[in-house]
């Protein structure tokens, strides 16, 4: 199947009461796990790119790799997303490339300059046929080298969603509450809550429109003991419970971005793997359990967090 944009998705994934998971790709094994995951599971999915992914890995290279899934993978729609696009230089560059849908995110603008980029980018992706994902609200944490201290981070404030969306004609909007980028999303011995009441309240304002979550992983323990155990310092490293964000995806959220997690599985398991086997050197040995452990931890989330399995 040809890669899709996410409004089909989105729409069964409302009426569905469950979510679409959003993956960042960096490299081949990345993409690998993923979409073998999704297409045993059944399920569609999100395949993003950050601005550093693009650094890192080359525009090209990216678009290759997914399309590449998509034809080792025909039963399962996927889509390719721009992850944070902070410009629509960046955006337009996604949008001429094979992307079928782009996140412009102006978040830390002031509201009336949010929406005239985000509208700007509206147009030209919709003349092209791309979806676009836009931001009100701003996540604390850290994401390509940006990082936003936690009292710089706000909640999205209900009663400005209406307006945006009329006004930008963005496709998903992603909201703030409570998730944050990273692996360090709440203090130890703390209880993580996220604020339905700013979902919901956002939910009554924009009923039957796609919002999206960003910053959520749970930040599985047993790979931080893993990266720990074996040479790492992550102390004190937690994520989302993965209970709210099943509840979340049962609620409006149709899109759920994660990240951190992945990096976990893929860190953990090379840390153990050289530590386990100091002689090995062929990168091979260690990516296929990295790659493995990636696979296995993306089809707990689309079976026990997002509910998307079975669902292509
Ligand atoms: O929200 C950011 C994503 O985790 C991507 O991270 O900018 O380091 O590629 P990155
Ligand atoms: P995590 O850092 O929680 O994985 O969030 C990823 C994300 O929001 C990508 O846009
Ligand atoms: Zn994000």
Same mark, same amino acid.
């Given at each position: 199947?040809?890669?899709?944009?996410?409004?089909?998705?989105? @729409?069964?994934?409302?009426?569905?009461?469950?979510?679409?998971?959003?993956?960042?790709?960096?490299?081949?094994?990345?993409?690998?796990?993923?979409?073998?995951?999704?297409?045993?599971?059944?399920?569609?999915?999100?395949?993003?790119?950050?601005?550093?992914?693009?650094?890192? %890995? *080359?525009?090209?290279?990216?678009?290759? $790799?997914?399309?590449?899934?998509?034809?080792?993978?025909?039963?399962?729609?996927?889509?390719?997303?721009?992850?944070?696009?902070?410009?629509?230089?960046?955006?337009?560059?996604?949008?001429?490339?094979?992307?079928?849908?782009?996140?412009? #995110?102006?978040?830390?603008?002031?509201?009336?300059?949010?929406?005239?980029?985000?509208?700007?980018?509206?147009?030209?992706?919709?003349?092209?046929?791309?979806?676009?994902? %836009?931001?009100?609200?701003?996540?604390a944490?850290?994401?390509?080298?940006?990082?936003?201290e936690a009292d710089k981070a706000?909640?999205?404030?209900?009663?400005?969603?209406?307006?945006?969306?009329?006004?930008?004609?963005?496709?998903? $909007?992603?909201?703030?509450?409570?998730?944050s980028?990273?692996?360090?999303?709440?203090?130890?011995?703390?209880?993580?809550?996220?604020?339905?009441?700013?979902?919901?309240?956002?939910?009554?304002?924009?009923?039957?429109?796609?919002?999206? $979550?960003?910053?959520?992983?749970?930040?599985?323990? *047993?790979?931080?003991?893993?990266?720990?155990?074996?040479?790492?310092?992550?102390?004190?490293?937690?994520?989302?419970?993965?209970?709210?964000?099943?509840?979340?995806?049962?609620?409006?959220?149709?899109?759920?971005?994660?990240?951190?997690?992945?990096?976990?599985?893929?860190?953990?398991?090379?840390?153990?793997?050289?530590?386990?086997?100091?002689?090995?050197? #062929?990168?091979?040995?260690?990516? @296929?359990?990295?790659?493995? *452990?990636? @696979?296995?931890?993306?089809?707990?989330?689309?079976?026990?967090? $997002?509910?998307?399995?079975?669902? %292509?």
């Open positions: 199947m040809a890669l899709v944009t996410t409004t089909e998705m989105f @729409k069964k994934a409302y009426n569905g009461g469950y979510a679409v998971g959003a993956f960042n790709v960096n490299n081949m094994e990345i993409v690998q796990a993923i979409t073998e995951a999704c297409r045993e599971e059944k399920a569609p999915v999100i395949l993003q790119v950050s601005k550093g992914a693009r650094a890192y %890995a *080359n525009h090209t290279y990216l678009v290759k $790799l997914v399309e590449a899934a998509a034809i080792e993978c025909p039963e399962i729609p996927i889509a390719l997303h721009l992850d944070h696009g902070d410009s629509f230089e960046t955006c337009k560059s996604c949008i001429d490339g094979g992307f079928t849908s782009v996140m412009i #995110d102006a978040s830390s603008k002031p509201f009336a300059e949010n929406i005239e980029i985000t509208r700007k980018v509206v147009e030209y992706a919709h003349d092209h046929g791309v979806v676009v994902e %836009a931001e009100l609200g701003a996540l944490g850290v994401e390509d080298e940006v990082s936003v706000h909640y999205t404030r209900p009663e400005e969603v209406e307006e945006f969306v009329a006004k930008t004609g963005c496709d998903s $909007l992603a909201i703030a509450i409570g998730t980028h990273g692996a360090y999303k709440f203090k130890p011995g703390t209880n993580p809550q996220l604020r339905f009441d700013i979902l919901e309240e956002v939910v009554r304002k924009l009923p039957g429109f796609p919002i999206v $979550l960003h910053g959520s992983s749970s930040v599985p323990q *047993n790979y931080v003991e893993m990266v720990n155990t074996y040479g790492g310092a992550m102390p004190g490293a937690i994520g989302v419970p993965e209970e709210q964000l099943r509840h979340a995806a049962q609620l409006a959220v149709c899109k759920i971005n994660i990240d951190s997690d992945l990096r976990l599985a893929m860190t953990g398991t090379i840390r153990k793997f050289f530590a386990e086997h100091p002689d090995k050197f #062929d990168p091979r040995e260690y990516l @296929k359990p990295a790659r493995a *452990n990636i @696979k296995e931890l993306v089809r707990h989330k689309l079976i026990n967090v $997002l509910g998307c399995a079975g669902k %292509a």
